[in-house]
């Protein structure tokens, strides 16, 4: 449950990374931006101290040790409230892109159902491809454990999860009513 006060502790990772091979920084830069994490400069990142943060950050420590690269990680806290709330804010800032990508993968997620129900041509692939493809229930999962603090947007983003669930539940009780049709002479 997203925390109405600002979080008082903060993990800060400082990251030095090889110049070369380029992919270590790319693989560590991509988990840091996977895990959420809020960048303050070159190297430097933060995440609440909240639990669903932790292996995320072993990870990026890993991944930073395996390419020759050394990290420093601290707990720290705001001087005051209002540090605390504009860490806070920074991280929350950071989120309703997140939420919004979610919303516009829903749409995209529904289109194709959509145009085969429209071209009245469902084949029992369709639903297990759509199955076997990238679905919103994960990636609303992800977005809701980095929401610590509940952006604003991400309101809307359950209904939304809900109606994508429905969606495809619907196409596929249409492609199995019309797989189990007896043929027309």
């Known amino acids: 449950m997203p925390s109405e ?3 008082s502790r903060w993990i800060i990772l400082v990251i030095k990374l090889p110049a070369e091979p380029s992919r270590h920084r790319v693989a560590v ?5 996977k895990v959420g994490a809020l960048s303050l400069g070159q190297g430097i990142w933060a995440v609440p101290d909240v639990p669903v943060f ?4 072993d990870r990026v420590i890993t991944l930073t040790e395996h390419a020759g690269g ?6 720290v806290s705001g001087r005051s409230e209002d540090g605390a709330a504009r860490f806070q804010a920074l991280f929350t800032a950071a989120r309703p892109k997140h939420w919004r990508e979610f919303l516009a993968d829903c749409v995209t997620f529904e289109r194709e159902p959509a145009e085969e129900i429209r071209t009245a041509k ?3 692939v369709e639903p297990e491809e ?3 493809s990238e679905r919103p229930r994960p990636r609303h999962r992800e977005l809701t454990a980095r929401d610590v603090f509940g952006a604003l947007e ?3 983003a359950g209904e939304r999860l ?4 429905a969606a495809c539940e619907d196409y596929a009780e249409r492609v199995f009513a019309a797989l189990h049709q007896t043929p027309q002479e």
Not at 70 to 75: E, I, P
Request: charged share 30%; net charge neutral.
């Open 5 to 7: 006060e600002p979080a």
């Open 29 to 33: 830069w991509r988990e840091l931006r």
């Open 54 to 57: 932790t292996d995320r950050m």
């Open 70 to 75: 050394r990290t420093v990680t601290s707990n």
């Open 122 to 124: 469902p084949t029992l």
């Open 130 to 132: 759509e199955e076997q």
């Open 154 to 156: 991400a309101t809307g």
């Open 162 to 165: 809900r109606q994508c669930a």
